[in-house]
């Protein structure tokens, strides 16, 4: 081999070659590629360095009887729970801690107090209502917290959080159980407060919708990794909650429909005999909804507004909250959808103010998202999963409430339908996380808005393959990665203290996963680490280290180095393709070879002045002896000489057959240099489109770069001579400067426009046409 090293040292010609980019200054090896492990929590008996709950791993349990009346002339109700609290952990307890979340409303709440605010040139009546806050009177009013004989136990209440003193430790082991008294006023979640739970008010019917979600004191998580979580609730971070049992009385106006986490325990007393039997045909309908309380039924009875009463009975297993609502205007349908060995019921609750829509693709939606949620995780393992139409979006067991109502007239856009397929996919797959796979809302957003949001780009392709996605796809999120350096937060940021929260906690993390499922991994190894996560995790309660190991564990892949740039960086991709250079094996005989460096030489010597000059030349020209002239002139550098031909004889015959045809294969190498402008390294993918019109792809993993972070050089032998090349040419890393990605370059034009000459005014310019309605019955 060593002549044929001395062969490619020597005799390899450059043929083309971009301009080199400048020395890249910044250190040449950070920590990209360094391992995780001392930035997360060490594992222990409780959780394992595989990621899996240890041999020791506990949770607490907290089961709730509550019963509630709701007050449809003052908007208010008042319940009265049982809280049998489980002390599963090996710690003993002197008092516990409940949240009350809809203190957050109440007039000294902290959430308008640490909200920025301002005054415009131009303000609306909302917008300066928020600045005022309110004088209504919100929030908690705890009556009573007592044991089962009746003593008050003393509590304090900080905010949005009880403390409760118990009047004895409550040692390992054991249980404990205790009763809280409480009512508030409902708020109008259509106003300025805003909020997920409240009620809307229909002026034209006068008539009230009633999404009571966060509405009972609620026991806060105990865990192995933090103790008690009490974070304070002030609006935007979600919840952490305990799993347990509940069963729940809601007594309501008697010509309400009620619809709620859990099984419905006395339908034969709640229903009327007509909704009854469809009730039970919705039972074995698998392949359409039934239609339970028809519209002309729930505006008849938005006219009548019943003074009796009725209640309606729910149990819920192992949840970990409880939600409901309740309207004389809901329109019920339902049908069974095959999951796991047992039938769930999809349903949907919606007043007449949002058909046609809802009729006609909520509870498929419902459907399709325990279908294909189910088959990427577990099989979804309750009973029931409801959509109820609230203008909003927001989940908890079994039950969410959905935004999407059409225009007056019944007709709505395609985006609006859309738009609404989608936050009921969302809201539907909140049941996987983090109803099930219960992860810290509060601290980590991501672990339930981020992995649903990627769960959810994945169920709305398979509900059309050209299904209009707002995230998910990777030059989604390119937009958000271009943001100024102080608008980023990495994606492992507090819930309250990120600027763009839908970017950071929904779209990039679920970018990242569909990147890695895509491009890093590869599907087979993806789904199959993501299935043992949710598996391992399912009605527990995992951290970001858990899901980390996890798929590193279940996959056999090192992802330390994407962990680190996705979601503890800000760095954003853009890898340039810096210089490229061509080279090809040098053949040639020693003939071939003197005969191109001639015509080298004469393209070296020659000058623009020789054309300017030839016509001249000065006519008196003294001509030399000619044999003189001969002598000096005979000497041709350019010339084989017998020496070049015995050289070139020998190295040949020194060459095995495999370094002759190595010799004249023919090959075509391509020296390419990429550097990391962005920061975030990736892999390199690269489109070779040969001059034949074929072309071919490579994928060069991220290590690369693990020993020069900032630029790397590789050769690529092709057969073919190529035409260009493509750095990401399916868009797949979420690079945000594609105009560096092409050898060679391509140049598009930035956009201007151009002004009336006179007195600078603006002419017209051709803009995008308004979205035209899709009209649709």
């Known amino acids: 081999m060593k002549h044929l090293f001395t062969l490619t040292a020597i005799v390899l010609g450059l043929v083309f070659s971009l301009p080199v980019a400048a020395q890249w200054t910044e250190q ?84 308008p107090k640490i909200a920025e605010s301002s005054i415009n040139p131009r303000m609306s009546l ?29 509590v304090t209440i900080v905010k949005t959080m009880m403390r409760v003193d118990l009047p004895q430790q409550l040692n390992p082991g054991e249980q404990v159980d205790f009763t809280v008294d409480w009512s508030f006023n409902i708020h109008d979640r259509m106003s300025f407060i805003g909020g997920r739970p409240g009620y809307e008010y229909f002026e034209k019917d006068g008539n009230y919708l009633y999404t009571m979600a966060e509405w009972f004191p609620r026991m806060a998580v105990y865990s192995d990794f933090e103790g008690w979580q009490h974070k304070q609730f002030v609006g935007r971070g979600e919840f952490a909650l305990t799993f347990g049992d509940y069963k729940v009385k809601i007594t309501v106006p008697a010509d309400h429909m009620v619809g709620s986490t859990g099984v419905l325990q006395n339908p034969e007393e709640v229903l009327s005999s007509a909704e009854l039997e469809r009730w039970n045909r919705a039972k074995t309908s698998f392949d359409k909804p039934v239609i339970i309380r028809t519209q002309a039924e729930a505006e008849r009875l938005e006219k009548q507004k019943s003074k009796d009463k009725k209640t309606w009975i729910f149990h819920a297993e192992n949840v970990r909250d409880f939600a409901w609502t309740s309207s004389r205007k809901f329109i019920w349908d339902a049908m069974a959808v095959k999951q796991g060995g047992k039938d ?13 829509l809802w009729e006609q693709y909520s509870t498929r939606a419902v459907a399709h998202t325990i279908k294909s949620y189910s088959a990427r995780t577990f099989d979804y393992p309750y009973p029931v999963a409801i959509s109820v139409e609230a203008t909003n979006g927001m989940e908890y067991p079994m039950i969410c409430f959905n935004y999407g109502r059409p225009d007056e007239d019944g007709t709505y856009s395609d985006a609006i339908k859309y738009g609404m397929i989608s936050v009921i996919i969302h809201e539907v797959g909140h049941n996987f996380f983090p109803m099930i796979v219960n992860s810290d809302e509060r601290q980590w957003s991501w672990m339930d808005e981020g992995l649903n949001t990627f769960l959810q780009y ?88 858990d899901f980390f190991r996890t798929m590193e564990d279940a996959s056999g892949v090192d992802l330390d180095w994407f962990w680190r740039g996705w979601f503890f960086g800000t760095d954003p991709v853009d890898i340039s393709m810096e ?118 792809v490579e994928r060069i993993p991220a290590e690369i770069w693990r020993l ?40 598009t034009p930035s956009r201007f426009e151009l ?6 005014v603006r002419g017209a310019s051709m803009g995008d046409n308004p979205m035209k309605r899709a009209r649709r019955r």
């Not at 002339?73 to 801690?97: C, E, H, M, R, V």
């Not at 050089?713 to 979420?734: M, S």
């Open 458 to 545: 994945l169920a709305e392709q398979e509900w059309d393959r050209d299904y209009p996605s707002r995230r998910g796809a990777a030059h989604k999120i390119v937009p958000y990665m271009q943001s100024e350096r102080h608008l980023l937060e990495p994606i492992m940021t507090n819930s309250e203290n990120i600027i763009q929260f839908g970017p950071n906690a929904y779209a990039k993390p679920a970018t990242a996963l569909n990147i890695l499922r895509e491009t890093i991994m590869g599907r087979e190894l993806f789904d199959y680490a993501f299935k043992e996560y949710s598996l391992r995790w399912k009605f527990k309660h995992p951290t970001p280290e």
């Open 28 to 111: 040449n090896h950070a920590e990209r590629f360094e391992q995780l492990g001392p930035m997360l929590r060490s594992p222990n008996v409780y959780r394992t360095a595989s990621g899996a709950p240890g041999h020791m791993y506990w949770q607490q349990k907290a089961d709730h009887e509550i019963e509630v009346e709701l007050n449809d002339d003052n908007q208010s109700i008042k319940g009265s729970q049982k809280i049998t609290y489980f002390n599963n952990s090996p710690d003993a307890l002197k008092y516990l801690w409940i949240q009350l979340d809809q203190n957050e409303r109440a007039a000294d709440s902290n959430t």
């Open 344 to 356: 769930v019921m999809a349903m949907s609750y919606y007043a007449k103010e949002a058909n046609p």
């Open 708 to 747: 020069n972070e900032w630029e790397v050089t590789k050769v690529f032998a092709k057969k073919k001579e190529v035409k260009n090349i493509v750095l990401d040419p399916y868009r797949e890393t979420a690079d945000i400067d594609e105009s560096n990605n092409y050898w060679p370059r391509q140049f």
């Open 126 to 154: 909302r917008q300066l209502e928020s600045i005022l806050w309110h004088d209504q009177d919100l929030g908690y009013k705890i009556h009573s917290v007592k044991d089962l004989s009746g003593n008050d136990i003393p």
């Open 579 to 696: 210089n490229v250079s061509w080279y090809k094996l040098d053949n040639r005989t020693p003939a071939q070879k003197k005969a191109d460096q001639q015509k080298e030489a004469e393209r070296e010597a020659y000058h623009i002045s020789q054309d300017y000059n030839k016509d001249d030349i000065p006519q008196t020209v003294v001509e030399a002896d000619p044999a003189t002239r001969d002598f000096y002139n005979s000497y041709n550098p350019f010339s084989v000489t017998p020496e070049d031909e015995k050289a070139y004889k020998e190295f040949m015959d020194r060459l095995s057959q495999k370094e002759k045809d190595l010799l004249n294969s023919g090959l075509n190498f391509y020296e390419i240099t990429f550097r990391n402008v962005g920061g975030l390294v990736m892999p390199l993918i690269l489109q070779f489109n040969y001059t034949d019109g074929t072309s071919e």
């Open 755 to 760: 002004f009336k000459s006179t007195g600078g």
